[in-house]
């Protein structure tokens, strides 16, 4: 028993040590561009909390760039951490910077919507930073739009083109509108127990002589949300 206390003592007072013994000293810190778009190098140091000279830290390097991140101007920053002469460590953050949209986005197939409603629900203008993952999203508000507007087969395709080394991009949204649809009427088979006329109105149908249900009044959306909310309630009838 005596002998394995001491021997915890030994590993625990090892454990202790390690924990305390300082980490590698940052001998270098180095940006590296990557991709085409455009990076100041002086406004990325500005987010570096890390200084030549210093322990390394690898949560300030993390924090760093989830601050470079945060300002809008890349759409990638990786750190990592590289050996250097004399045992020291060189910190090397690797940044992807965001492109400049050099004209209007290009608008084409649209027809139910206007170019320029298009390219206010976009919201981007010549000159701003952007990247295709921030402009495919913004083109889902389109999507989104035009499902509102009952063309439940609209679908959207992105084209880009970027310079080699210019930092710019040309973006173009073709659009297939579909035919606007809407749900003419609802109905239900292979139900015994209860009778149709009821199952049919817990989805929404209506009675041919109710006004409510005329097109000229209402139009009964054609998308997945709808036919899901019919669908849980005639089961929950």
Known sequence: MKRTAIMFLML??????????????????????AGPGSVDESFVRTFVSAREGQILDPSGAARDV??????GRFTDVKVEVEAADGGKVALVFSVTGKLTLDKAV???GAKHLSVSKIREILDVRPGDLV????LSA????????????????????WSFKTGDDSGVMTAVLAIREGMKTRIG???VTGNRRVPSS??????????WWNPVGWPIFSETKYDEETFEASRIAIKSV
């Not at 625990?12 to 561009?33: D, N, S, T, Y």
């Not at 990247?131 to 921030?134: C, K, N």
């Open 66 to 71: 989830k601050s470079l991140l945060a300002t």
């Open 198 to 207: 009821v199952l049919e109105g817990a989805a929404g149908e209506t009675s």
């Open 185 to 187: 009427k609802i109905s």
């Open 138 to 157: 913004r083109g889902q508000k389109v999507l989104q739009r035009y499902r509102e507007d009952n063309y439940a087969d609209a679908k959207l395709a």
């Open 106 to 108: 290009e608008i084409r």
């Open 12 to 33: 625990a007072a090892a454990g202790a040590f390690a924990q305390v013994r300082p980490g590698p000293v940052v001998g270098e810190i180095r940006l590296k561009r």
């Open 131 to 134: 990247d295709e993952d921030m």
